[in-house]
């Protein structure tokens, strides 16, 4: 059982190592090509322990709050009802179950992917990145968590 330091390190060095990719794949990169590998590592690193109480599940809901207060105010009132749904979710799992699953990654990780290019219109190859770089922390996780 890891806490949260770990997470948090594994999940930002992940996002880090994503933002280089992200830096050096994407054409006119600029601060959101970089900076979303960079969040979404350390999301994915974070996301798994919101089925208990803790530091990470803190940070997760705040992030979520701070996402659907975005969705509220720039009038997406879908979206701000969706992101607090998905942030609602773990709290029916019991801990480290379908929350900490594979099969949940990578449905996170293709929703994070459907969001950001459908929703959010951010281009494929940046969106595919911070996916992939979040499904990375996700994994991260798993590893720390054995
Ligand atoms: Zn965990």
């Keep these: 059982m890891s806490s949260f330091a770990p997470h948090f390190t594994a999940g ?54 701070s996402i659907s207060c975005y969705f509220f105010f720039t009038e997406r009132v879908d979206l701000a009802f969706l992101t607090l749904v998905y942030s609602i979710l773990p709290q ?28 959010l219109n951010v281009i494929a190859l940046p969106a595919m990145i911070a996916s992939i770089t979040y499904f990375v922390g996700f994994l991260s996780h798993k590893a720390l968590d054995v």
């Design 92 to 119: 029916f799992f019991g801990h480290r179950g379908f929350i900490h699953s594979f099969v949940f990654g990578v449905i996170s990780a293709i929703g994070l992917y459907f969001a950001l290019t459908v929703l």
């Design 12 to 65: 930002a060095i992940v996002g880090a190592v994503g933002a280089g990719v992200s830096l050096g794949m994407v054409n006119d990169s600029n601060a959101l090509t970089v900076s979303l590998p960079l969040i979404c590592g350390v999301m994915g690193a974070l996301t798994p322990d919101m089925d208990i109480k803790s530091k990470s599940s803190m940070i997760m809901y705040l992030i979520f709050l």
